[in-house]
């Protein structure tokens, strides 16, 4: 009789039962819905530290980024060319290097996450030698 019962418990049960998403899911997820614009861009060395993006003309300031899960990066101008005779937009690659998914390759550059959510992607270089010089790009829909 118990057995009976326990049938549309079970039945009511399973419906609500959905397969967990991994960690890698979900960035691959957050990092490639949408499209990202560069907000900030430091660039850090022993001698002090360069606000790039401050210093970046406004047709690099409307770029976009869109990065899709077969592992391709479009970088396209977005709005105001640079150059005219430059291509509207081009191809590149990403993958992340580990297991823990904390460490990116963009463009043939090694990058450490700082954060990746639905609206914020911060990403910094990182090396093994403390007196190297650092990058930190923040992104944003």
Excluded at 67 to 72: A, E, I, P, Q, R
Excluded at 111 to 134: C, G, M, V
Aim: with cysteine; net charge negative.
């Amino acid at each position: 009789m118990k057995s009976i019962l326990l049938i549309p418990l079970l039945a009511m049960a399973l419906p609500g039962c959905k397969k967990q998403t991994t960690s890698e899911e979900n960035m691959v997820n957050f990092l490639t819905t949408g499209t990202w614009r560069i907000i900030a861009h430091t660039y850090q060395n022993a001698f002090g530290s360069t606000d790039l993006y401050a210093t970046s003309a406004d047709c690099r300031k409307d770029d976009y980024f869109r990065f899709v899960k077969d592992g391709t990066e479009e970088i396209n101008e977005g709005p105001s060319k640079c150059n005219s005779s430059n291509p509207q937009s081009h191809v590149s690659q990403w993958k992340f290097l580990n297991q823990y998914n904390n460490k990116i390759e963009i463009d043939g550059w090694d990058y450490s996450f700082h954060k990746l959510d639905d609206n914020r992607f911060e990403i910094i270089t990182w090396f093994t030698d403390p007196y190297a010089p650092q990058t930190d790009i923040t992104f944003s829909r």
